[in-house]
């Protein structure tokens, strides 16, 4: 059984914070996974913020939080995380996890950001950025 159990660590913090998300997954195998970060804000899309190709550790991120944002996969611990630095105002929505499992690094790269491609979904977790 292949499952997302969710994500934590939101919460509120001030401008030029951090805060750190992880995700719990629980799966038989996940040597070939897709899991990404995406956040949504009211009334717009969800946006890909960061994956992680779990074959060999590809990662990839948007413009908007490149060398902010790191996304780290414990194999160990089937945690996927994802630390935010430097936050800012505009970073305030919630926050989902999610998976695509039996695939490529060369699908993921393509895409990852891509929210229709995801078939496991975390319930998501909120973060607010005050200035």
């Known amino acids: 059984q292949v499952q997302l159990v969710g994500e934590s660590g939101g919460g509120s913090v001030q401008a030029g914070g951090s805060l750190r998300l992880p995700c719990g997954v629980s799966a038989r195998t996940a040597d070939r996974a897709c899991m990404a970060w995406f956040r949504q804000v009211p009334g717009r899309g969800r946006e890909g913020v960061a994956a992680i190709y779990s074959g060999d550790g590809s990662t990839y991120y948007s413009d908007s939080v490149k060398g902010r944002f790191t996304i780290n996969r414990d194999i160990a611990e089937n945690t996927l995380t994802l630390q935010m630095n430097s936050l800012k105002p505009e970073d305030t929505a919630m926050y989902y996890c999610?998976?695509?499992?039996?695939?490529?690094?060369?699908?993921?790269?393509?895409?990852?950001?891509?929210?229709?491609?995801?078939?496991?979904w975390g319930q998501g977790t909120q973060v607010t950025v005050s200035p």
């Open positions: 999610a998976a695509n499992y039996g695939t490529t690094r060369s699908r993921c790269s393509r895409e990852w950001n891509s929210d229709y491609w995801y078939t496991y």
